[in-house]
């Protein structure tokens, strides 16, 4: 017999929630194959099974609260499932059918089936993610289009429900938590531990912190233009696609060098200044926005970058991103510009002093050397914090970034 734990947290996380389990208890497993997801304050974690054999008993179930390294299931390794235990629900399933088959053929009528039990069946079969969405927003799962195999609901059904013609969906206590009345439909559900975690930390940072945002605007022209000569001889070379985001983190990093309050952290009433460059690139997913950080970006090629944050991405849509993945960074960089935003004051991600927000690439009319042209320009903001960087720094740190973006064999020739 051997203990399935959950993993040891950092010390930022207090402790996680069990938000699904993928096997029940007596049912036989591989090595690796997944036991049960626990969500903190920051991702969601897996717990794998140690070798093969059966998971004998669930000791913590969804919605329960783990600590780090605390029991949570009990695994018998080497162990095969009972074969009878198995075979028995489909012999249940024969048995109950054939009363009622005989008794109408004894009436001299045409044998029919059993009463249908399908409800319940669904029910059973409906996954634990399911049913836990469905005790939170008090949606029924048999009131929504499944996109699943065979019209089964899946956790994104029921995080974005579309409910069946003729639906109204009541919560345990009879009253309405959705209805659908045409296009007028409406949920309630509950925050998600990383949405609220998210909620704290913005709200804590614009309390916590005298924040201010200086703007500025650069001419991506050159940068496109470079992208647009190389990007075919780049991808081949390295294998991955050339974007604008790798340049970003080497001119913010070259400008960090320059500004060193930029690159540091408040602890307490001491400043700590970093001798190290860990930038964190905002990525959207369907939980909400993470910031996975990039190591040493000094020591980075543009190449790294691109193959390292495309990695992110992915693992960002898959929910795979590590605690590892998110721990610390001296700075970070959103991109609000993929979604169109023109202009925003991105808020600080405390320790942290400062923020870099790109914006959308527009054509807009210049003033070049006494004439007017039309140039792909973008809004720049950096959000600091005033206590600790003064306008001065940050407003000369913008202008490094915008001078490098502008040209850059500045980097290429450490100018």
Do not use: C
């Not at 054939?98 to 009463?115: I, L, R």
């Not at 495309?310 to 960074?329: N, S, V, W």
């Not at 202009?343 to 004439?371: E, F, W, Y």
């Amino acid at each position: 017999m051997a203990d399935i734990k959950a993993p040891v947290f950092p010390e930022s996380v207090a402790d996680g929630t069990i938000v699904e389990w993928h096997v029940a208890e007596g049912q036989q497993v591989n090595r690796d194959d997944l036991l049960a997801e626990i969500e903190t304050d920051k991702v969601v974690l897996e717990v794998v099974a140690p070798d093969d054999g059966v998971l004998t008993k669930i000791v913590k179930q969804v919605d329960d609260t783990v600590l780090s390294d605390e029991l949570i299931a009990e695994f018998e390794a080497g162990a095969s499932a009972d074969a009878s235990a198995e075979e028995a629900p489909a012999a249940d399933s024969d048995q109950s059918t054939a009363p009622a088959q005989e008794k109408q053929a004894a009436d001299g009528g045409e044998p029919v089936q059993a009463t249908d039990k399908k409800g319940e069946a669904d029910h059973k079969d409906q996954s634990p993610a399911v049913r836990k969405a469905a005790k939170e927003s008090g949606v029924d799962p048999k009131e929504v289009e499944g996109s699943g195999r065979g019209g089964r609901v899946t956790k994104t059904d029921m995080a974005n429900p579309t409910l069946k013609s003729d639906s109204s969906i009541k919560s345990d206590s009879g009253r309405p938590v959705a209805e659908s009345m045409g296009e007028r439909t409406e949920k309630r559900v509950p925050m998600t531990r990383l949405r609220k975690r998210v909620a704290e930390r913005l709200l804590s940072a614009s309390q916590d912190t005298a924040m201010l945002t200086t703007f500025n605007e650069v001419n991506m022209k050159p940068l496109m233009d470079m992208r647009a000569k190389y990007k075919e001889k780049f991808e081949k070379r390295h294998g991955v696609r050339l974007g604008f985001m790798s340049l970003f983190v080497k001119a913010a990093t070259e400008a960090l060098k320059r500004f060193p309050a930029v690159n540091a952290s408040l602890d307490g009433d001491d400043i700590v200044y970093h001798g190290f460059y860990d930038i964190g690139v905002a990525v959207s997913s369907d939980r909400g926005l993470v910031v996975p950080v990039l190591r040493d970006t000094d020591r980075m090629s543009m190449a790294d970058v691109e193959g390292t944050i495309r990695e992110f991405g992915g693992k960002a849509q898959q929910g795979k991103l590590g605690l590892e993945d998110m721990t610390g960074g001296t700075f970070t960089i959103s991109n609000g510009g993929v979604f169109g935003s023109l202009m925003s004051t991105p808020i600080l991600n405390p320790p942290q002093t400062a923020i870099l927000g790109m914006h959308a690439i527009n054509d807009r009319p210049m003033a070049v050397d006494g004439k007017v042209e039309i140039l792909p320009m973008m809004y720049l903001a950096l959000s600091y914090d005033h206590r600790m960087i003064d306008g001065k720094e940050a407003v000369q740190f913008l202008v490094t970034i915008k001078e490098l973006v502008e040209d850059p064999a500045m980097l290429l020739l450490d100018l």
